[in-house]
C-alpha cells in the first residue's frame, strides 16, 4: 500500500495492523491496535533521512549507542587497533532492506547483507533480519537474526528503538515495571555509570530512568518481562522477553524532549560502547547464526 506517498506493507490480523517500510531501515512504521496507535508515527516526517525520525522502531545493528575512539564520537576499534567510522545506533537504520512477505501468517521478514558501503565501516560478511508477526489481534512477536557469512568471529549488539504513543502530560501517571535491575548510563566522556541497584517500579517523569540502562543480563529468564501501563489511556503494554534464544541484556528508557508526546522503551543486547567495554559483546561464530525474540502484547481496558 502507500502511506505518506511511499510504499509500504502492511499486515493484518483482527482488528489491528502494523506498517513496514523495508527502504528506511526495516523499519517498523505504525501498530495499531483495536483503532488505538500503539507505536508513534509523525504527520510530516522526513523520509529521506530515516536516522532522524522519531517514530516507529529504528533497529540497532550492528552495535547500538555512541561509540569513541580517542574522545571521539562516532568511531570504533577493533582487535587489531583498525579504526572504523560507525554512526549512532549503527547504519541498519538508513539501509535498504529486502522483505519476504507471509500475509497468511501475517508476518515479514526483512533482510539487510554485508556490501561494500558496510564492510568500509564494519569488515565483515553478515546477513540481518528481522520478522515481525501478528502473532493474534493484540500481539506481535519480533525476532532479530544475525548470521555470520564469514570466516571469522563477528562482533555484535543489536537492539529496538520503540517510540510508544504518550502524551506528554501522561507521563507522570505512566508506570514501567521491571525485572531486578541495575541503572547504568553513559557519562560524557564515554564511560559507563556504576551500576546503582534498581527499582521495581518507575514513574515516567522520574529523571533518574531518562536515558539510563536497566541492565537484567544476570536476571533469571523466568522473570524478564516488563510492564509499560497508562491509566488515562486504559493500555498496559507487556514486553515479554522470557523465551528468547538469545538473552536480552538490558531495557533502556528515553525520550526526547519535556514535551515530547512519546516515550521509548528499548529492549538492547549489549550497552552502547560494548565493543570496547565489553558490556553485552557477542561474537558469532563463522557459519553460525543468533536469535533474539520478544514479544509486545497489549490491552485496552
Not at 123 to 131: C, D, I, K, M, T
Not at 190 to 200: H, Q, R, T, V, Y
Not at 205 to 224: G, L, N
Not at 235 to 261: K, Q
Amino acid at each position: 500500500m502507500t502511506f505518506q506517498g511511499h510504499d509500504v506493507i502492511e499486515l493484518t490480523h483482527g482488528d489491528a495492523f502494523l506498517r513496514v517500510a523495508p527502504q528506511i531501515g526495516g523499519r517498523l512504521l505504525t501498530w495499531t491496535v483495536g483503532g488505538h496507535e500503539v507505536i508513534r508515527w509523525p504527520d510530516a516526517p522526513d523520509w529521506t533521512h530515516p536516522a532522524k525520525i522519531r517514530g516507529g522502531n529504528p533497529l540497532l545493528f550492528p552495535f547500538l549507542g555512541r561509540h569513541r575512539v580517542d574522545g571521539k564520537v562516532g568511531a570504533w576499534r577493533d582487535e587489531d587497533g583498525t579504526v572504523y567510522a560507525l554512526p549512532v545506533h549503527g547504519f541498519a537504520r538508513d539501509s535498504v532492506f529486502s522483505a519476504e512477505v507471509d500475509a497468511t501468517a501475517a508476518k515479514v521478514s526483512m533482510t539487510l547483507t554485508d556490501s561494500d558501503a558496510t564492510r568500509a565501516v564494519y569488515p565483515f560478511a553478515f546477513r540481518f533480519s528481522a520478522v515481525f508477526q501478528l502473532v493474534d489481534s493484540d500481539t506481535l512477536e519480533i525476532s532479530l537474526i544475525t548470521e555470520n557469512r564469514g570466516d571469522r568471529a563477528l562482533p555484535y549488539y543489536a537492539g529496538h528503538h520503540f517510540y510508544f504513543v504518550l502524551p506528554h502530560a501522561l507521563r507522570s501517571e505512566t508506570t514501567l515495571d521491571l525485572p531486578p535491575s541495575e541503572r547504568r548510563d553513559q557519562q560524557p566522556d564515554g564511560a559507563l555509570s556504576a551500576p546503582i541497584p534498581g527499582e521495581p517500579q518507575y514513574r515516567l517523569d522520574d529523571p533518574r530512568i531518562q536515558d539510563r540502562f536497566h541492565v537484567i543480563d544476570a536476571v533469571p529468564a523466568a522473570q524478564r518481562t516488563a510492564t509499560l501501563h497508562t491509566p488515562s489511556l486504559n493500555r498496559t503494554v507487556e514486553f515479554d522477553l522470557r523465551t528468547s534464544p538469545t538473552p536480552w541484556y538490558s531495557i533502556t528508557t528515553w525520550t526526547e524532549a519535556d514535551d515530547s508526546d512519546f516515550y521509548c522503551v528499548e529492549p538492547w543486547l549489549g550497552l552502547p560502547d560494548a565493543i570496547h567495554n565489553g558490556a553485552g559483546l557477542r561474537w558469532v561464530a563463522p557459519g553460525q547464526s543468533e536469535t533474539a525474540t520478544l514479544r509486545l502484547k497489549v490491552r485496552f481496558a
